[in-house]
């Protein structure tokens, strides 16, 4: 995903900055920090709506939620901010978040053979 590549460290650097593991962020914040233009607004957004699903990449953050800020005017686009959370790995290298989920892990062999 080559539209992504300078986002993660961004972010990273972001959240270093403020030191802080986890805190809300928006997409302006991002870009009036960064200096980007408001043509990279969809590519920002886009990359931390994918993060909601999942880790991505070495990037060693993921949003645990998404909400919509209130308009000021009617006239104003849809906005979100974005719960941005460190990752914490386990021994296993598997995100700790995700082994709270109930999921389980099964392998092709046994999948659905589990009482």
């Known amino acids: 995903m080559k539209?992504?590549?300078?986002?993660?460290?961004l972010l990273e650097q972001y959240m270093v900055e403020n030191g802080t593991d986890e805190r809300w962020v928006t997409v302006h914040e991002l870009?009036?920090?960064f200096e980007l233009t408001r043509y990279q607004y969809n590519t920002i957004s886009g990359?931390?709506?994918r993060l909601e699903f999942g880790p991505f990449g070495q990037?060693?953050?993921?949003v645990v939620r998404i909400e919509k800020v209130k308009k000021i005017k009617t006239s104003d686009p849809p906005k979100c901010r974005y719960l941005v959370?460190?990752?914490v790995?386990?021994?296993?290298?598997?995100?700790k978040i995700l082994q709270h989920t109930g999921m389980q892990a099964c392998c092709k062999a046994d999948c659905g053979k589990h009482g």
């Open 47 to 49: 990359f931390l709506r």
């Open 89 to 95: 790995m386990t021994v296993a290298g598997l995100p």
């Open 31 to 33: 870009r009036q920090r």
């Open 3 to 9: 539209k992504y590549s300078d986002i993660p460290e």
């Open 85 to 87: 959370k460190r990752k």
């Open 59 to 62: 990037c060693p953050y993921i």
